[in-house]
Each structure stands twice: as structure tokens, then as C-alpha cells.
Nanobody, 123 residues
Framework: QVQLVESGGGLVQAGGSLRLSCAAS????????MGWFRQAPGKEREFVAAIHRSGIITNYADSVKGRFTISRDNAKNTVYLQMNSLKPEDTAVYYC????????????????WGQGTRVTVSS
């Protein structure tokens, strides 16, 4: 099991940028596949991006490709989500999650979740 704490959310104008961080604690956090998800009001949680435990392979939702970048620093047990060219439709609570098996990792394999950080993009 790994404990996850997100930070970096806030209010930003459309076109702006934010960087979210997800600090992981627990045993061997570097062996986890990590993902970012988001949930907007009244909508289901959706996949945003994921990164292989190697840190080399990444995967993105079509809606964020070219604007968001996921990365990880295993020495710091931290995963990042750099969000550029933000749009009002990116407004949501963003969650990071960890999985130990599968790539690409299906949603049901993500067993550990953070509490979320809120991102609001104003038009």
C-alpha cells in the first residue's frame, strides 16, 4: 500500500498553467504505475494521464494531449502533472492513483488514491 498526497491545485485563468504534485509514501513507491484522474462536478471520474514505473512510457487522454505532461522523480517519490494552455473544461478535482500491475493500467487496477486537489479554470 502507498499513501498519496496531491498538491498544486488552484484558480487559474484560461490559457494559464499549473503543476500538480503527488507525493507518495510507503514501501517501494517507485515500483508503482502512477496515474492522474479528474472528476468534474456532475461527471464521472475520467483518466487524464499515466506513467510507467520506469518513467519512460506515458499515456494521455486525447483531451489533454499536447497540453499536459506527466513525469515522475522516483528519488523524491513524486509524480507531477504539468498542465499548460488550460481550458475551463479542465476544471475538476484531480486525483493521483497508484497501481502495481498492468500497462496500460486499467482503472480497476488503481488501488491507492489520494484525496484530490481542486483545479478551477476561469474563462
Amino acid at each position: 500500500q502507498v499513501q498519496l498526497v496531491e498538491s498544486g491545485g488552484g484558480l487559474v485563468q484560461a490559457g494559464g498553467s499549473l503543476r500538480l504534485s503527488c507525493a507518495a509514501s510507503g514501501r517501494a513507491s517507485s515500483r508503482y504505475y502512477m496515474g492522474w484522474f479528474r472528476q468534474a462536478p456532475g461527471k464521472e471520474r475520467e483518466f487524464v494521464a499515466a506513467i510507467h514505473r520506469s518513467g519512460i512510457i506515458t499515456n494521455y487522454a486525447d483531451s489533454v494531449k499536447g497540453r499536459f505532461t506527466i513525469s515522475r522523480d522516483n528519488a523524491k517519490n513524486t509524480v507531477y502533472l504539468q498542465m499548460n494552455s488550460l481550458k475551463p473544461e479542465d476544471t475538476a478535482v484531480y486525483y493521483c492513483a497508484a497501481a502495481t500491475t498492468g500497462w496500460p493500467t486499467p482503472l480497476y487496477e488503481y488501488k491507492d488514491w489520494g484525496q484530490g486537489t481542486r483545479v478551477t479554470v476561469s474563462s
